[in-house]
T-cell receptor, first 111, second 114 residues
Framework: GQQVMQIPQYQHVQEGEDFTTYCNSS?????IQWYKQRPGGHPVFLIQ?????EVKKQKRLTFQFGEAKKNSSLHITATQTTDVGTYFC???????????FGTGTQLKVEL | GAGVSQTPSNKVTEKGKYVELRCDPI?????LYWYRQSLGQGPEFLIY????????DSGLPNDRFFAVRPEGSVSTLKIQRTERGDSAVYLC????????????FGEGSRLTVL
Protein backbone atom coordinates (compact mmCIF):
# COMPACT_ATOMS: atom_id res chain seq x y z
CA GLY A 1 0.00 0.00 0.00
CA GLN A 2 0.91 3.62 -0.12
CA GLN A 3 3.60 4.83 2.22
CA VAL A 4 4.21 8.41 3.18
CA MET A 5 7.49 9.09 4.88
CA GLN A 6 8.67 12.30 6.48
CA ILE A 7 12.13 13.41 7.46
CA PRO A 8 13.44 14.31 9.87
CA GLN A 9 11.50 12.51 12.59
CA TYR A 10 12.55 15.10 15.18
CA GLN A 11 14.03 18.56 14.96
CA HIS A 12 15.22 20.80 17.77
CA VAL A 13 15.95 24.40 16.82
CA GLN A 14 16.74 27.62 18.59
CA GLU A 15 14.08 30.27 18.32
CA GLY A 16 14.73 32.31 15.20
CA GLU A 17 16.27 29.45 13.22
CA ASP A 18 14.63 28.05 10.13
CA PHE A 19 13.03 24.60 9.90
CA THR A 20 12.16 22.31 7.02
CA THR A 21 10.32 19.00 6.90
CA TYR A 22 10.19 16.80 3.82
CA CYS A 23 7.41 14.46 2.77
CA ASN A 24 7.79 11.61 0.28
CA SER A 25 5.05 9.38 -1.06
CA SER A 26 5.54 6.01 -2.72
CA UNK A 27 2.73 6.88 -5.15
CA UNK A 28 1.65 9.96 -7.06
CA UNK A 29 -0.81 12.12 -5.17
CA UNK A 30 -3.72 14.09 -6.60
CA UNK A 31 -3.25 16.58 -3.80
CA ILE A 32 -1.37 16.92 -0.55
CA GLN A 33 -2.44 18.43 2.72
CA TRP A 34 -0.44 19.57 5.75
CA TYR A 35 -1.60 19.41 9.35
CA LYS A 36 -0.14 20.61 12.64
CA GLN A 37 -0.72 18.79 15.91
CA ARG A 38 0.21 20.54 19.12
CA PRO A 39 1.26 18.37 22.08
CA GLY A 40 -1.86 16.80 23.53
CA GLY A 41 -4.01 18.20 20.74
CA HIS A 42 -5.58 17.02 17.53
CA PRO A 43 -4.40 17.58 13.95
CA VAL A 44 -5.35 20.98 12.54
CA PHE A 45 -5.43 21.65 8.82
CA LEU A 46 -2.85 24.09 7.50
CA ILE A 47 -3.04 23.97 3.70
CA GLN A 48 -3.76 21.92 0.60
CA UNK A 49 -1.66 21.83 -2.56
CA UNK A 50 -3.06 20.50 -5.82
CA UNK A 51 -0.91 21.53 -8.76
CA UNK A 52 2.46 20.12 -9.75
CA UNK A 53 5.22 22.48 -8.56
CA GLU A 54 2.79 24.59 -6.58
CA VAL A 55 4.16 26.89 -3.89
CA LYS A 56 2.00 28.53 -1.25
CA LYS A 57 2.93 30.82 1.60
CA GLN A 58 1.26 31.53 4.92
CA LYS A 59 3.21 34.23 6.75
CA ARG A 60 6.42 32.46 7.83
CA LEU A 61 5.38 29.08 6.38
CA THR A 62 6.16 28.05 2.80
CA PHE A 63 4.67 24.89 1.31
CA GLN A 64 5.79 23.24 -1.90
CA PHE A 65 4.41 20.37 -3.98
CA GLY A 66 6.93 18.52 -6.14
CA GLU A 67 6.85 18.45 -9.91
CA ALA A 68 6.15 14.71 -9.91
CA LYS A 69 3.46 15.14 -7.22
CA LYS A 70 5.17 12.55 -5.01
CA ASN A 71 6.90 14.84 -2.57
CA SER A 72 6.31 18.02 -0.65
CA SER A 73 8.03 20.25 1.83
CA LEU A 74 7.16 22.69 4.58
CA HIS A 75 9.62 25.43 5.47
CA ILE A 76 9.26 27.70 8.49
CA THR A 77 11.32 30.87 8.57
CA ALA A 78 12.48 32.27 11.91
CA THR A 79 10.75 29.74 14.15
CA GLN A 80 8.88 30.84 17.25
CA THR A 81 7.84 28.88 20.32
CA THR A 82 4.29 28.84 18.97
CA ASP A 83 5.52 26.65 16.10
CA VAL A 84 6.11 23.74 18.48
CA GLY A 85 4.23 20.60 17.48
CA THR A 86 4.22 17.73 15.03
CA TYR A 87 3.74 18.46 11.36
CA PHE A 88 2.07 15.84 9.18
CA CYS A 89 1.64 15.66 5.45
CA UNK A 90 -1.28 13.63 4.12
CA UNK A 91 -2.43 12.55 0.71
CA UNK A 92 -5.05 10.34 -0.93
CA UNK A 93 -3.52 7.20 -2.45
CA UNK A 94 -4.62 6.50 -5.98
CA UNK A 95 -6.94 9.48 -6.00
CA UNK A 96 -9.22 7.82 -3.47
CA UNK A 97 -11.11 9.46 -0.66
CA UNK A 98 -9.07 8.46 2.36
CA UNK A 99 -6.05 10.46 3.49
CA UNK A 100 -2.88 8.58 4.34
CA PHE A 101 -0.86 10.50 6.87
CA GLY A 102 2.88 10.72 6.91
CA THR A 103 5.07 9.68 9.80
CA GLY A 104 5.31 13.27 11.04
CA THR A 105 8.10 15.60 12.08
CA GLN A 106 8.15 16.74 15.67
CA LEU A 107 9.47 20.28 16.06
CA LYS A 108 10.80 21.65 19.33
CA VAL A 109 11.81 25.26 19.62
CA GLU A 110 14.12 26.38 22.40
CA LEU A 111 14.55 29.95 23.62
CA GLY B 1 -21.44 22.99 18.59
CA ALA B 2 -19.24 24.39 15.88
CA GLY B 3 -16.66 21.63 15.82
CA VAL B 4 -16.46 17.84 15.72
CA SER B 5 -17.49 16.39 19.06
CA GLN B 6 -16.25 13.06 20.37
CA THR B 7 -17.33 11.16 23.45
CA PRO B 8 -16.06 9.88 25.74
CA SER B 9 -12.82 11.83 25.86
CA ASN B 10 -11.31 9.07 27.95
CA LYS B 11 -12.26 5.43 28.28
CA VAL B 12 -10.55 2.82 30.43
CA THR B 13 -11.72 -0.72 30.02
CA GLU B 14 -10.63 -4.25 30.72
CA LYS B 15 -9.38 -6.70 28.15
CA GLY B 16 -12.26 -8.54 26.53
CA LYS B 17 -14.87 -5.81 27.11
CA TYR B 18 -16.96 -4.05 24.46
CA VAL B 19 -16.63 -0.30 23.87
CA GLU B 20 -18.42 2.30 21.81
CA LEU B 21 -16.94 5.62 20.77
CA ARG B 22 -19.20 8.35 19.43
CA CYS B 23 -18.55 11.11 16.92
CA ASP B 24 -20.80 14.05 16.13
CA PRO B 25 -19.50 15.77 12.98
CA ILE B 26 -19.85 19.36 11.87
CA UNK B 27 -23.36 20.00 10.62
CA UNK B 28 -23.58 19.69 6.85
CA UNK B 29 -20.42 17.61 6.48
CA UNK B 30 -21.27 14.49 4.52
CA UNK B 31 -17.87 12.80 4.79
CA LEU B 32 -16.82 11.27 8.11
CA TYR B 33 -13.57 9.51 8.92
CA TRP B 34 -12.24 7.46 11.81
CA TYR B 35 -8.51 7.36 12.47
CA ARG B 36 -6.45 5.73 15.18
CA GLN B 37 -3.31 7.35 16.54
CA SER B 38 -0.74 5.63 18.71
CA LEU B 39 1.85 7.59 20.65
CA GLY B 40 4.47 9.13 18.41
CA GLN B 41 2.81 8.05 15.19
CA GLY B 42 0.64 9.62 12.55
CA PRO B 43 -3.09 9.04 12.34
CA GLU B 44 -3.87 5.64 10.83
CA PHE B 45 -6.97 5.43 8.61
CA LEU B 46 -9.72 3.08 9.78
CA ILE B 47 -12.93 3.83 7.88
CA TYR B 48 -14.61 6.50 5.79
CA UNK B 49 -18.33 7.25 5.42
CA UNK B 50 -19.98 9.19 2.65
CA UNK B 51 -23.47 9.79 3.96
CA UNK B 52 -24.79 6.69 5.67
CA UNK B 53 -22.68 4.13 3.87
CA UNK B 54 -19.16 3.00 4.64
CA UNK B 55 -17.42 3.92 1.40
CA UNK B 56 -14.05 2.54 2.47
CA ASP B 57 -13.48 0.29 5.49
CA SER B 58 -10.13 -1.04 4.35
CA GLY B 59 -8.35 0.30 7.42
CA LEU B 60 -10.32 -1.66 10.02
CA PRO B 61 -7.76 -4.01 11.55
CA ASN B 62 -10.07 -7.01 11.98
CA ASP B 63 -13.69 -8.02 12.48
CA ARG B 64 -13.69 -6.87 16.10
CA PHE B 65 -13.97 -3.32 14.77
CA PHE B 66 -17.19 -2.00 13.30
CA ALA B 67 -18.60 1.45 12.66
CA VAL B 68 -22.02 2.78 11.78
CA ARG B 69 -23.54 6.05 10.72
CA PRO B 70 -27.26 5.23 10.44
CA GLU B 71 -28.64 8.68 9.70
CA GLY B 72 -25.68 10.18 7.93
CA SER B 73 -24.63 12.34 10.84
CA VAL B 74 -23.49 10.83 14.17
CA SER B 75 -21.19 7.83 13.91
CA THR B 76 -20.30 5.15 16.42
CA LEU B 77 -17.12 3.09 16.35
CA LYS B 78 -17.62 -0.24 18.06
CA ILE B 79 -14.85 -2.48 19.32
CA GLN B 80 -15.62 -5.98 20.54
CA ARG B 81 -13.45 -8.13 22.79
CA THR B 82 -10.95 -5.35 23.32
CA GLU B 83 -7.25 -6.17 23.46
CA ARG B 84 -4.39 -4.24 25.02
CA GLY B 85 -3.12 -3.45 21.54
CA ASP B 86 -6.30 -1.50 20.85
CA SER B 87 -5.14 1.20 23.27
CA ALA B 88 -4.77 4.44 21.31
CA VAL B 89 -6.44 7.76 20.62
CA TYR B 90 -9.35 7.32 18.24
CA LEU B 91 -9.83 10.43 16.13
CA CYS B 92 -12.92 11.32 14.19
CA UNK B 93 -12.85 13.86 11.38
CA UNK B 94 -15.45 15.30 9.07
CA UNK B 95 -15.23 17.04 5.74
CA UNK B 96 -17.62 19.01 3.62
CA UNK B 97 -16.29 17.41 0.49
CA UNK B 98 -14.54 14.09 0.27
CA UNK B 99 -11.23 13.55 -1.52
CA UNK B 100 -10.17 17.18 -1.75
CA UNK B 101 -11.66 18.68 1.36
CA UNK B 102 -9.77 19.50 4.50
CA UNK B 103 -10.47 17.33 7.50
CA UNK B 104 -11.77 18.83 10.72
CA PHE B 105 -10.72 16.63 13.61
CA GLY B 106 -12.33 16.16 16.98
CA GLU B 107 -10.35 16.09 20.20
CA GLY B 108 -10.28 12.31 20.11
CA SER B 109 -11.25 9.51 22.46
CA ARG B 110 -8.35 8.04 24.40
CA LEU B 111 -8.93 4.31 24.87
CA THR B 112 -6.91 2.38 27.43
CA VAL B 113 -7.34 -1.37 27.63
CA LEU B 114 -5.98 -2.87 30.83
Amino acid sequence: GQQVMQIPQYQHVQEGEDFTTYCNSSTTLSNIQWYKQRPGGHPVFLIQLVKSGEVKKQKRLTFQFGEAKKNSSLHITATQTTDVGTYFCAGPPGGGNKLTFGTGTQLKVEL
Amino acid sequence: GAGVSQTPSNKVTEKGKYVELRCDPISGHTALYWYRQSLGQGPEFLIYFQGTGAADDSGLPNDRFFAVRPEGSVSTLKIQRTERGDSAVYLCASSFQARTGELFFGEGSRLTVL
